[in-house]
T-cell receptor
């Protein structure tokens, strides 16, 4: 059974700092890995999707990397801003009886202090 | 992104009542999902549907039922609500038939409280 872990559970940084969020998964037979952002009481917004054949994916100040062999992905946020404050989740689909079952991590709650 | 809408956005109900949560999407995605989110437990899959005639149980389907009325509509019902079904419920879609990917697009969520 796939297990997805995100450490730390919470992170507080001053504005302008570069930061890294971590996502670990136990089964490396994945199709892709998706990073989401969730604002309090709201839905999940897709940030980046990395295919299993890719090593990195970039969108603006965000860069996600994937190392399947070690079961890790990182989300790098450059020059953090207070508007980046949110919970960040990673999600990993795996093949389960012909269906790509998606397992979510429990997230890292980020606070960027002005 | 898929335009995924959920109604109602908030609902308070009493134990034993029947509740329906509705989800609609406008992008023509073939797959639709219902998740619940509880603090400390992450998102857990309740039901998923590959198309109108293909509905499957997820990991926590007990106490829930679903209906895929059309490709764009996927409803979740709680036949007899109980307090431990208090949670944030999300509908999601993916465009698997076109992209071969299960990239998920989420609705805004329904906050359900069962008293």
């Amino acid at each position: 059974k796939q297990e997805v872990t995100q450490i730390p559970a919470a992170l507080s940084v001053p504005e302008g700092e570069n930061l890294v969020l971590n996502c670990s998964f136990t089964d490396s037979a994945i199709y892709n890995l998706q990073w989401f952002r969730q604002d309090p009481g709201k839905g999940l917004t897709s940030l980046l999707l990395i295919q299993s054949s890719q090593r990195e994916q970039t969108s603006g100040r965000l860069n996600a990397s994937l190392d399947k062999s070690s079961g890790r992905s990182t989300l790098y946020i450059a020059a953090s801003q207070p508007g980046d404050s949110a919970t960040y989740l990673c999600a990993v689909p795996e093949n389960s009886g012909g269906y790509q079952k998606v397992t979510f991590g429990t997230g890292t709650k980020l606070q960027v202090i002005p | 992104d898929a335009d995924v809408t959920q109604t109602p956005r908030n609902r308070i109900t009493k134990t034993g009542k029947r509740i329906m949560l509705e989800c609609s999407q406008t992008k023509g995605h073939d797959r639709m999902y219902w998740y619940r989110q509880d603090p400390g437990l992450g998102l857990r899959l309740i039901y998923y549907s590959f198309d109108v005639k293909d509905i499957n149980k997820g990991e926590i389907s007990d106490g829930y039922s679903v209906s895929r009325q059309a490709q764009a509509k996927f409803s979740l019902s709680l036949e007899s609500a109980i307090p431990n079904q208090t949670a944030l419920y999300f509908c999601a879609t993916s465009d698997f038939i076109s992209t071969g990917s299960n990239e998920q697009f989420f609705g805004p969520g329904t906050r359900l409280t069962v008293l």
